[in-house]
């Protein structure tokens, strides 16, 4: 089984809101990863959490907090986002230098 | 940095025939090589990959790649396209980093179009 779950699958919030975005995997992947893809474009690399511990920050703005609660779940907490913020988030999980496997994303719009 | 090539921002091809994508990466050494495929609104589908060994691989739905160190390229082909394989094919990398976590490093991706 290689399957990451995102919920929700989409979200609408205003700029004032506070809202997180959730990410599980149950195939004991010790790596886990968030990307943001902006329409026609690749995704591109938020964060990336090994064993729980939060390893690479790609210089994302701190409106986005990233939290790994265990090793199954992986969180992103968004606050005071902006209309430039609205994409598709991506979550993936692998074993360490592995293959990464991805969710089917969470649709974000901010108003 | 490593980094990533795709020449190609749409390709168009005939129903059952077949398809050629061409990935060029820049990295010191060997990376991981993997090809993703995406439908519109989807997450990531892996196709295959490439980490040593074999440099022709086989992935899923029909697809193969061959790694070619001399020319810094992982090409991805099928030998009769269907008009399900229409979405958007990504080409990353991720450096062999002796055992640590990093993020991929994608090109920008090839729009496949299937003209009945």
């Known amino acids: 089984d290689t399957e990451v779950t995102q919920t929700p699958k989409h979200l609408v919030m205003g700029m004032t809101n506070k809202k997180s975005l959730k990410c599980e995997q149950h195939?004991?992947?010790?790596?886990m990863y968030w990307y943001k893809q902006k329409a026609k474009k690749p995704p591109e690399l938020m964060f990336v959490?090994?064993?729980?511990?939060?390893?690479i920050n790609e210089s994302v703005p701190s409106r986005f907090s990233p939290e790994c609660p265990n090793s199954s779940l992986l969180n992103l907490h968004l606050h005071a986002l902006q209309p430039e913020d609205s994409a598709l988030y991506l979550c993936?999980?692998?074993?360490?230098?592995?293959?990464?496997?991805f969710g089917p994303g969470t649709r974000l719009t901010v108003l | 940095a490593q980094s990533v090539t795709q020449p190609d921002i749409h390709i168009t091809v005939s129903e059952g025939a077949s398809l050629e994508l061409r990935c060029n990466y820049s990295y010191g050494a060997t990376p991981y090589l993997f090809w993703y495929v995406q439908s519109p609104g989807q997450g990531l589908q892996l196709l295959l990959k490439y980490f040593s060994g074999d440099t022709l691989v086989q992935g899923i739905k029909g697809f193969e790649a061959e790694f070619k160190r001399s020319q810094s390229s992982f090409n991805l082909r099928k030998p009769s396209v269907h008009w399900s394989d229409a979405a958007e094919y990504f080409c990353a990398v991720v450096p062999y980093s002796g055992g640590g976590a990093d993020g991929l490093t994608f090109g920008k991706g090839t729009h496949l179009i299937i003209q009945p």
């Open positions: 993936a999980s692998s074993s360490e230098a592995d293959t990464q496997y």
């Open positions: 959490y090994s064993y729980e511990k939060l390893s």
């Open positions: 195939m004991g992947h010790r790596a």
